[in-house]
């Protein structure tokens, strides 16, 4: 985990995505919307969530932030993926993945993770080739 980990972030739900798409697009003029679900874990509240929700006994470990996208890189590298860019790791750790306003999303993640817990994580699903292949 990259840096403190205390970060926080409001994941949304792709269905949650979809229908607020869907609604913008029917809306007259220019509109900012905060695409964010109803919970607001720190990152590192929420690895340590998913790791005991699905059962793994693997470590987590704090390491600096600067050492997230060099490692992502070479993970990517060997995956044939795009993991997570160093602006995209800045933006979660300087804390631009949260926002105070209203939750827009209704699907709780710590459900749906709860609810998933089985299949999560057991196949790897790359990026690139299921949206650019």
């Known amino acids: 985990m990259g ?3 205390e970060y926080r972030i409001r994941p949304i739900h792709v269905d949650d995505l979809a229908r607020l ?3 913008a697009a029917g809306a007259i003029g220019d509109e900012v919307i905060d695409a964010v679900g109803p919970e607001r ?3 590192g509240d929420l690895v340590r969530f998913i790791k005991d929700t699905v059962g793994s006994r693997s ?3 704090r390491v600096p932030g600067s050492l997230i996208p060099p490692t992502a890189r070479l993970l990517g590298l060997a995956l044939r993926d795009t993991l ?11 804390g631009l993945a ?3 306003g209203p939750a827009t999303g209704e ?6 993770i709860t609810d998933h817990k089985d299949t ?4 790897y699903a790359n990026e690139l080739t299921r949206h650019f292949r």
Request: net charge negative; proline share 3%.
């Open 59 to 61: 470590q987590v470990i």
């Open 41 to 43: 874990p720190a990152f």
């Open 3 to 5: 840096g403190t980990g």
């Open 107 to 112: 699907i709780s993640l710590t459900r749906w």
């Open 84 to 94: 997570l860019t160093s602006e995209e790791f800045q933006a979660m750790a300087d």
């Open 21 to 23: 798409c869907v609604q």
């Open 120 to 123: 999560l994580g057991r196949t």
């Open 98 to 100: 949260d926002t105070d």
